[in-house]
């Protein structure tokens, strides 16, 4: 039998370093601590091995296609597919002190790593999905709050039940050209970049978890979570301990075989909580 496998974006540091560690104590198998930058990444590794604890570590840039591509190949060489899939890996600039460039330049990097690249990891990886593996895509509860603020006529397209993920994908390119031509009232959007990238996160959650039932994929979950305000370099340093903060994640990691909720859900402390119509 094969070894299982996890793999954990963005995770040198908070919330992704928290959700490593907490999976080097509970998945039962090899976890993987990915990060874009080779040396910050083995020192992350070279810290919880101080704890005792043992991921492995792979160099992965979501936002550069070729190197999500050089991880599948080394998951399908060595393991031949994947049990455990974290799309941690995200920015924001409106969260801390760092000052935020104009709108239409925040709106493209904030989108190109937190939807486009998320898409690109889920697009690539998911044929290697084996039975019973878990997806946590983690999003946030800022999706709700930027949903609050679209204008009446995106918000009913953003509510379709039967949207396609070309539909966000759409839906997010038309928020970076509103953004770039500073037309974002004009087109109904919320002026957040966070916000926006993570409605698009969500949304395909749920269409993720419907094409992999649809095409009888066994026992594969898919589900996105909000981990709350987490002390974190993207925060400024408040919230909460990142480990508290890791609680809901390890939940959708961890879920058992064969279970019937939540999929393709989007989790709030631990429970199903309906984002799009609060």
């Excluded at 874009?36 to 992350?44: K, L, N, P, V, Y």
């Excluded at 591509?69 to 974290?86: A, E, H, I, P, T």
């Excluded at 204008?151 to 039940?161: D, F, S, V, Y």
Aim: aromatic letters at 6%; glycine letters at 8%.
């Amino acid at each position: 039998m094969s070894t299982k496998v996890a793999v954990v974006t963005g995770a040198n540091k908070g919330l992704g370093f928290g959700i490593v560690r907490g999976l080097c104590k509970a998945f039962e198998g090899d976890v993987f601590l990915t990060a874009r930058d080779e040396g910050r990444g083995r020192a992350a590794v070279a810290e919880l091995e101080k704890e005792d604890l043992h991921p492995k570590f792979h160099l992965l840039d979501i936002s550069d296609h070729d190197s999500i591509v050089k991880l599948k190949d080394f998951l399908q060489s060595n393991y031949g597919g994947l049990d455990l899939l974290v799309n941690n890996a995200a920015i924001a600039y409106e969260f801390n002190s760092v000052p935020s460039p104009p709108i239409g330049q925040a709106a493209e990097e904030v989108c190109k790593i937190n939807y486009f690249g998320t898409l690109d990891v889920c697009q690539t990886l998911f044929p290697l999905l084996r039975p019973h593996a878990r997806v946590c895509n983690v999003s946030s509860i800022n999706c709700e709050f930027s949903l609050a603020e679209c204008g009446e006529e995106l918000k009913a397209r953003i509510r379709n039940p039967d949207l396609t993920i070309d539909d966000v994908t759409a839906l997010v390119n038309e928020f970076i050209e509103a953004a770039k031509n500073n037309q974002l009232k004009e087109k109904g959007f919320d002026t957040s970049p966070y916000g926006i990238s993570k409605i698009g996160v969500s949304l395909i959650t749920h269409i993720q978890q419907k094409q992999l039932d649809e095409s009888g994929a066994q026992d594969i979950v898919v589900n996105c979570c909000d981990v709350g305000l987490v002390s974190t370099d993207m925060t400024g340093g408040a919230g909460m301990p990142i480990d508290l903060g890791t609680m809901t994640p390890l939940y959708c990691c961890l879920l058992p075989p064969d279970v019937e909720s939540p999929r393709g859900k989007f989790i709030m402390n631990k429970r199903t909580y309906d984002w799009l119509n609060n």
